[in-house]
């Protein structure tokens, strides 16, 4: 790097970028601004803040004294010291301060090589005059017992691994300043690693001297190095993880590991034991076998991946090896737990989700295409295919990409790529961390030009064309983030792709058997059969084939993301299949990312919601997000509606209009499904939606109907008809198995014979059911009139007047509780406000309804707890009639509305919810209750709801703990792969609902 002949003259400050008014001054007080310090200068320009550095030299040069002659001499002539003493000081301020500080420091920096292992160890056991252990002098123990304890021992390490880590550190940074041989991560790390075992190693001395005094230590301990010191992949500054294995595990070895893990975190950096069975709540020391017991039992599948690191460090090495051996043959059967992906993923997006949102772009280490993507696609690779390809079982996260790429599951470009943006985020890594030897994985602001500036130049890079260093920079992490992002398409993905097309790209081959096992590892329950699939879409001729070959690696990530990605795929393959004459579909999901990626949690979660897809898949463009968001979410049901009664009038015959408005409802109803499922509709909303979209069918049936019976007729119809919804259609709160409950209801035309109008009105109600009851692929449409007075033995049909005398007289209780719900959804208008009329001095009679009715309500009550619930159902899990369920909720709602909404016309109420407001709002019941039984509501319907999405067909029974009751969590809402905890919450509401139901009921 020697200046070119341009630059012979003494350069100006601001060309050294030297931007501190004080330049000058601290120049001269150096003597450095004459014609023979030229060279001098431009070499102080290079370092990464040649201010830093320059205020650093002044600092040393009063510390050092006498000494500083021959530091100036050295740095004239001697290039390499030049280099590493500048590229430190413009680096790092903390390592700046060492070297103030420790005046001898400096002639460290004269060594050409670095220590070796044995060299490292001798220096920091030296430091507090350790020797041997008696007992323990075998070469193969690392126990010794140090001279010099308490704060001084730790000074005295403080100091000597700050001179080690110096000299590392210096040959590491002398390239950015000089012309000096480049220190590759790997030795860099590895240094790192070995210095941070023989650190531990003498503190692991001082601990035994501190806690056994003058006796003999008399239990053998071994310390396990984990994570990336395990790995051998060490930063400059970062914790160090460990687990202790002893024999035995008694309070002496418990105290010796506390010790040492209080020295070493006061001397070099925090040591952590975090890992060990039970974490932070388990014993500090184990026997080998209660350790293996534990991971037998207990270990959770994130612990099997913490030991892919796992490798003897310090103290009695024969011991930790004995440990080792023995958990890696476990280590290589975890890919073969039930839950083994699911559990991976999880951790994944905890660790994502715990990034707050202003600190994702510029966390290197945790954030989206950062290192812990590298290592974490890297680990589980090795656990899908190291169970029975040996040579996979290497610890470090280069290593293992080098050895994947030799054994051909990942490409040699994807391979070499990805190292060369692992040695990258960790040089940015490194550099962060030495400038102030602070543990950090944070990035500067990337607006903050002085900051991202040193960083760039302390990561060597240098400008060009139009961007300075710190463009550069930018632009690089930028690039290899998006690079690092696309991890599992290229470490899972893709190679499978390749394994079913026979591609040799890279000279790749993955056979079947491999493609199966990463298949079955990701999740996928029949592997066969979805390689199957994968061949079956990427064997489409022409340009389909092509695209799917783009879209598929993507697409199966996402599909491994949820429930039953087997039912995902198979549904995606039929999905392709009945669009295939739609040429804008594929091109949707490889141009609309949201779009690919919604469609896959959807299709992977709801058979429901799948087999409506097929029928109507232009739903799917709603996906996509529109200018105030989510198209799913900007359609008004309303709208909806409006249209199914208009298309369904155009048409010239009944089945082709009923066919018309099924369509219509069959393109609403996998609207919802797909917006709840989504997260995008909230329960209310997708209950009003489901009972307008019934309200339509009825609308249209019946209009369509009407009109084919007059034509028929050749004369007008001789009644207006009005449908009443009923029970939850009534109260708009239907959900997605719900039955349509109503009532028909006539009026006579004036000169029409009443007996004349009820039959072509119960003529009109039965071909009404009829064409809806017609059987199809859509989810059924029942007209259930079951409500009707005199139930089934009563007629379908009934005048204004004939319902008015009936209830007068003849009403029972459950038929006065029964229309509490009743309001008016189809038909003529008028005379549907007429029948609530009527219905009103039923239900809300001047001073409410007789003690007696209220009784027979409590009676029934008592008599659906006891004798409804279906055989061999569980009453706590029972979404409808069980504990705290819908029928819990909805009769306390109603005995309230019978005692009291003769006085508060706030209870004239079909909505349960609006209801609960309402007896809030009127103290009927204390505010805690009302929440405690909107919440059982809410949860018991969205779990109902849930339940069949996942299924595709009613049902009521939550299903017991397995694969199933976590699709259903997830439908809900859960994402968090815990279904444990979604039904711990549905028990815990419910629960407490009950309570609130039988204060209400007496009892």
């Known amino acids: 790097m020697t200046p070119p002949a341009s630059r012979s003259r003494v350069p100006g400050v601001g060309r050294l970028g030297l931007l501190e008014s004080t330049a000058p001054d601290d120049l001269a007080t150096l003597g450095w601004n004459g014609e023979k310090c030229v060279d001098l200068l431009w070499s102080l320009s290079r370092a990464p803040s040649a201010d830093i550095a320059l205020r650093a030299l002044v600092r040393l040069r009063a510390a050092v004294g006498e000494d500083w002659d021959e530091i100036d001499d050295l740095l004239r002539t001697d290039r390499r010291f030049r280099g590493r003493l500048f590229a430190v000081l413009g680096s790092s301020t903390a390592l700046g301060d060492h070297l103030v500080a420790e005046t001898h420091a400096w002639r460290l920096l004269t060594r050409e090589d670095l220590l070796d292992v044995a060299e490292l160890r001798r220096t920091m056991l030296d430091a507090v005059s350790a020797q041997p252990e008696t007992g323990h002098e075998d070469n193969d123990n690392l126990i010794y017992r140090a001279e010099l304890t308490g704060p001084k021992a ?36 590895n240094f790192l690693a070995e210095l941070a075992d023989a650190a531990l190693t003498a503190a692991l001395a001082v601990a035994i001297a501190e806690v056994c005094g003058d006796q003999p230590m008399t239990a053998r301990l071994a310390v396990i190095a984990m994570g990336k010191c395990g790995a051998r992949e060490l930063n400059y500054v970062s914790d160090v993880d460990v687990i202790f294995v002893s024999e035995p595990a008694d309070g002496q070895t418990s105290r010796i590991a506390g010790e040492m893990m209080r020295v070493g975190s006061m001397a070099f950096f925090e040591v952590d034991a975090a890992l060990r069975p039970e974490g932070k709540a388990g014993a500090l020391t184990r026997t080998l076998e209660s350790h293996l017991t534990y991971y037998r039992r207990w270990a959770k599948t994130w612990e099997f991946q913490a030991l892919l690191k796992a ?10 090896r004995s440990y080792v051996d023995a958990v890696s043959p476990m280590v290589w059967e975890a890919s073969e737990r039930e839950d083994f992906v699911i559990d991976v993923q999880a951790m994944r997006r905890r660790v994502e989700e715990m990034l707050p949102e202003d600190l994702r772009e510029r966390e290197i280490k945790l954030g989206r295409g950062g290192l812990r993507d590298v290592e974490f696609a890297v680990q589980l690779l090795q656990m899908v295919h190291g169970r029975v390809d040996e040579s996979l079982r290497v610890k470090s996260t280069v290593e293992a990409l080098t050895v994947l790429r030799d054994g051909g599951y990942i490409g040699r470009d994807d391979g070499a790529n990805l190292v060369a943006s692992y040695e990258f985020l960790r040089l940015l890594e490194h550099c962060l961390q030495l400038q102030r030897l602070k543990r950090t994985h944070t990035l500067p602001e990337f607006d903050d030009i002085e900051a991202m500036r040193w960083l760039a130049r302390a990561a060597h890079i240098r400008p060009t064309g139009d961007l300075d260093a710190g463009g550069v920079l930018r632009e690089e992490i930028r690039r290899q983030s998006h690079r690092v992002r696309r991890l599992h398409e290229k470490l899972f993905y893709r190679p499978l792709l390749e394994a079913v097309t026979r591609f040799d790209k890279d000279e790749l081959r993955l056979s079947d058997t491999s493609a199966i096992r990463r298949l079955g590892a990701l999740g996928y329950g029949k592997p066969e059969n979805a390689l199957g699939h994968l061949k079956a879409l990427v064997s489409e001729a022409g340009r389909k084939g092509q695209i799917q070959e783009l879209l598929l690696p993507t697409l199966l990530e996402w599909l491994s993301r949820t429930p039953d990605p087997d039912a995902g795929l198979l549904n995606y393959r039929r999905l392709c299949d009945s669009a295939a004459d739609r040429d804008w579909f594929l091109r949707l999901l490889r141009d609309e990312g949201v779009v690919a990626e919604r469609l896959m949690t959807v299709l992977g979660t709801s058979a429901y919601a799948a087999e409506l897809l097929m029928r109507s898949p232009d739903v799917i463009r709603l996906y996509a997000d529109g200018a105030r968001g989510p198209k799913l979410k900007e359609v008004d049901p309303q709208d909806v509606v409006g249209g199914m009664v208009a298309s369904a009038i155009r048409q010239r015959d009944l089945k082709a209009s009923i066919s018309v408005a099924r369509s219509h409802r069959r393109f609403e109803l996998a609207r919802v499904a797909s917006a709840d499922i989504l997260g995008m509709l909230d329960v209310p909303e997708v209950c009003r939606a489901l009972s307008l ?132 959804v189809a038909g003529d208008e008028d005379l549907g406000l007429a029948f609530l009329l009527m219905a009103d001095q039923i239900r809300y009679p001047a001073g409410g309804v007789s003690s007696d009715a209220v009784r027979e309500i409590r009676r029934i009550k008592a008599r659906v707890d006891s004798e409804r619930l279906p055989r061999g159902a569980d009453p706590a899990t029972h979404t409808k009639l069980g504990r705290g369920g819908l029928a819990d909720v909805e009769w306390t709602v109603q005995l309230l509305q019978l005692r009291h909404a003769h006085r508060l016309p706030s209870l004239h109420n079909t909505s349960t919810l609006q209801c609960l407001d309402a007896i809030g709002s009127a103290e009927l019941l204390a505010q805690d209750d009302v929440l405690l039984l909107k919440e059982a509501w809410l949860t018991a319907t969205k779990a109902r709801n849930a339940l069949v999405l996942v299924r595709g067909k009613p049902i009521d029974q939550l299903p017991a703990p397995g694969k199933t009751l976590r699709a259903v969590a997830f439908a809900a809402g859960w994402h968090d792969d815990d279904s444990g905890e979604f039904l711990d919450n549905y028990l815990r509401v419910t629960r407490r609902a009950k309570a609130v139901v039988l204060k209400v009921f007496g009892g």
């Open 154 to 189: 730790v000074i005295a390490l403080r100091l000597a691994y700050r001179d080690l880590l110096l000299q590392v550190a210096a040959r590491d940074l002398a390239p950015t300043v000089e012309d000096e041989p480049v220190l590759r991560f790997g030795e860099v790390s």
């Open 311 to 320: 490798r003897p460090m310090t103290g009695d090495m024969e011991l930790g």
């Open 693 to 824: 979209v019934w309200a339509g069918v009825l609308n249209a049936a019946l209009t369509v109907v009407v009109n084919a019976s007059v034509a028929e007729r050749g004369s007008p119809a001789p009644a207006r008809m009005a449908v009443i919804g009923m029970g939850r259609l009534g109260g708009g709160e239907l959900g997605y198995g719900s039955d349509a409950d109503v009532l028909f209801v006539c009026d006579p035309i004036e000169g029409t014979d009443d007996a004349d109008a009820v039959r072509w009105a119960n003529t009109i109600a039965e071909r009404v059911r009829s064409l809806l009851g017609t059987p199809s692929a859509d989810p059924p449409l029942e007209v259930d009139t079951g409500l009707r007075p005199e139930g089934r033995n009563g007629p379908v049909v009934r005048t204004l007047a004939a319902y008015a005398a009936y209830y007068q007289q003849w009403a029972q209780a459950w038929e006065i509780q029964a229309l509490l719900r009743a309001h008016q």
